[in-house]
């Protein structure tokens, strides 16, 4: 695996539960279409996994 990889923010978080807002934001997102570089390791994955119908992971 990379030790990093890149995160884009694809569809708004209005409408999304407040546990899956508080996921993009620890991943640093806020805007749509705003992409972040994160450490690839478990616990990001994790988060991914709960916002995977927001993001687009980069690889």
Do not use: F
């Not at 279409?33 to 993001?55: A, T, Y």
Request: hydrophobic share 40%; glycine share 6%; aromatic share 0%.
């Amino acid at each position: 695996m990379a030790e990093t990889i890149k995160i884009k923010l694809v569809k708004s978080k209005i409408g999304t539960l407040p546990k899956q807002r508080q996921n993009l934001e620890a991943l640093g997102l806020k805007k749509i279409g705003q992409v972040v570089e994160q450490k690839d390791n478990p616990q990001i994955r994790g988060m991914i996994d709960k916002v995977s119908h927001l993001v687009q992971v980069i690889e």
